[in-house]
């Protein structure tokens, strides 16, 4: 299987404090990877590094294109989109605004009507709720919104930054039955941050542990956890 | 009565003013949420440069509309080279640069001008005389600044509230990173939001300058009202700026001559009555939105 997005001694920084130090990791093209590990292990710092927000070197490849060196909008151009933690949805704007934000990039009107129709199928919730302020909707909802909102820019590979974060485990549960279906239907690859990581693992195929800004450990999602270390140390039982 | 009528007339003038200039304060604000207090300076230096085309023989429209384009990158370029390297500066910060903006294209004016005062045309087009209706005279400039008013406020209200350029740049100033990771080019939206200001702060300029006359502060006084417009009518609202604009003005004629003990003098002080008031009752302005988020 070939790999949608590949990091090879991958750096990355904020300003002059260097965070990452010369990960490897790879997503393939229609997988679903973790990224696991403790608070600041440098899981937002890798997503960050992936979009063009930070000062990043070493080689990171998005289908055989280099990613380094290039401008948020113009990632988002190739294909990625990313759920930022916090959402990041704008609070301020209705549900249909949000979604028309999300396809900025998009020339294609009517392909975008689509898209819009498609996810309210997806989250009727939004379908429901249109025309009102995101930011008076509660937090699953906003997180959905936040989903629809990057999926708008059709991308092919998916960064989401830990969606569980503050979230009741039901609307948590819904919310990654819909990352699986929107995984398996359209193909989009993701590459998910998680403190969750037992859903993690379960939505997963592959799992990196980063700590201290390096790979400690990676596998496939079945031998994660069957890790005794693992489990201990992360999944917390 | 047509005491009153002409009164409620000339208020209708002077706020039209304020509320060009409160515009451009609220587009700066929307689109970086920063408070420009360079804004009616840049207004003045633009109307500068219009009487320099004049001057040089160009058409009246042809240096109006000269000064808005340069107006438009002159705010694109004080964007550029001033406002965006501070960006997430603590907003002190901020606020002294926008000070110096004000210094600057005053000192400049001055040295360029000097502060001889100059007389600004009226609209070429525009009849001088004025139109007796009833008894009360309606002077033209004062209704084609209204009309230009109106259809400013109906063309940027449009513009953020219909068209993919305008909801990037609402999105910008609202959540820049967020506006960022859709791939939204958020510097280049900010310096837009500066550029489109600069214009309207421009039309301010151009067409005050025939009533007050053009001198280095003359549009100092009128900032001032446009701050007190822009409180009034909510920050991040353009119909507010203009409403508040219209009602500054009223309050300011009407209030200068059946206020006893206000005068003319004290017309400003009622414009800060009028901010203080605001704040107190409803901080975010008649038009403007509180920020209520859930989380």
Redesign the interface.
Known sequence: MTNILEAKGLCAAYGPRQVIWGIDFAVPEGGIVAMLGANGAGKTTTLRAI?G?LRAWGSLTFRGQSLLGR???DI??LGV??V?EGR??????TVE?NL???A??RRDKDGIRQDIQRMYEYFPVLGQRRNQRA?????GEQQMLAIA??LM?RPRLLLLDEPSLGLAPLIVQEIFQILETINREDGVSMLLVEQDAVRALRLASYAYLLETGRVALQGSAAELQASEDVRRAYLGY | MTDFLQLVLAGAADGSIYGLLALALVLIYRSTHIINFGQGEMAMFTTYLAWSMLNAGWPYWGAFFGAIAIGFVLGLVVHRILIHPIEGAPELTIVIVTLGIYLFFNSIALWIYSGVPKIFPIPAGVPKQSWDVGGVFVVPLHVTIFAVLLALMLVLFAFFRFTKLGLAMRASAAQPHSALLVGISVPMMMGLGWGIAAMAGAVAGLLSAPIVVLEPNFMATILIFAFASATLGGFDSPVGAVVGGLIVGEVSALGGRYIEFIGTDLQLLLAFALIVAVLLVRPAGLFGRPQVVRV
């Open positions: 979009m927000e401008s948020t909008a988002v151009k989109a990313m930022p990041g949805t704008f609070v301020d704007f605004e028309l934000l999300g900025y990039t930011g008076s909707m509660s937090g909102r990057a820019a």
